[in-house]
């Protein structure tokens, strides 16, 4: 299977601490993306990340890439509550239609 | 705006009876997706569109068919249902296939009994 592997599986952390996760994947993407799901429902697009960038931002969120060693993080600062979801990795790849999907790191905030 | 709407939410089959789960989405993207996400496996990809007309297989297409008569669904059925079918099933669409962001449905959860 081409489908990233995120790690670790579970996290839990203090409220205002960060939370770090990890996806590595095995050959050459054209892009990867970041989900998040909360419990029981639908899949939240967080950030797109192309081949050719290195990192990206978006609120608490920083995503970086390193095609180099196939692996791509995601950083939630300053973490809330509200941050406790599952998180999910997803890969493309050049002249594919799908986009294959890890199993996920669950994060738990503690208040 | 309702994104990507997915009925029904909950559903139980008997072994052997067939359904459909249907999937509409109001954004007119090309790009169509089905899931199947089951515990500790994350999502796998049963069918996907890249238009009306045009559909192609994922990972894990046995026992499932579907068909894209619209832009706007993309139904999936179910035809002969077996336990190991159980599992929670999303729909997504997006504007740009694999290349923009993907909106999902709430899902749907069925249990084959």
């Known amino acids: 299977s081409q489908q990233g592997e995120e790690d670790p599986q579970a996290l839990s952390i203090q409220e205002g601490e960060n939370a770090t996760m990890n996806c590595s994947y095995k050959t050459s993407i054209n892009n990867l993306q970041w989900y998040r799901q909360n419990s029981g429902r639908g899949l939240v697009h967080l950030i797109l990340?192309?081949?050719?960038?290195r990192e990206k931002h978006s609120g608490r969120l920083r995503v970086t890439l390193d095609t180099s060693k196939k692996s791509s993080s995601l950083l939630i600062t300053a973490s809330r509550a509200a941050d406790t979801a599952s998180y999910f990795c997803?890969?493309?790849?050049?002249?594919?239609?799908?986009?294959?999907f890890g199993a996920g790191t669950t994060v738990t905030v503690r208040a | 705006n309702a994104g990507v709407t997915q009925t029904p939410k909950f559903q139980v089959l008997k072994t052997g009876q067939s359904m459909t789960l249907q999937c509409a989405q109001d954004?007119?993207?090309?790009?169509m997706s089905w899931y199947r996400q089951d515990p500790g496996m994350g999502l796998r990809l049963i069918h996907y569109s890249v238009g009306a007309g045009i559909t192609d297989q994922g990972e894990v297409p046995n026992g499932y068919n579907v068909s894209r008569s619209t832009t706007e669904d993309f139904p999936l059925r179910l035809l002969s249902a077996a336990p190991s079918q159980t599992s929670v099933y999303f729909c997504?669409?997006?504007?740009?296939?694999?290349?923009?962001?993907?909106?999902f449905g709430q899902g749907t959860r069925l249990t084959v009994v």
């Open positions: 954004m007119n993207h090309e790009y």
């Open positions: 990340i192309r081949s050719n960038e």
């Open positions: 997803a890969t493309a790849y050049s002249n594919d239609y799908k986009l294959s």
């Open positions: 997504a669409s997006s504007y740009g296939g694999v290349n923009t962001e993907a909106f």
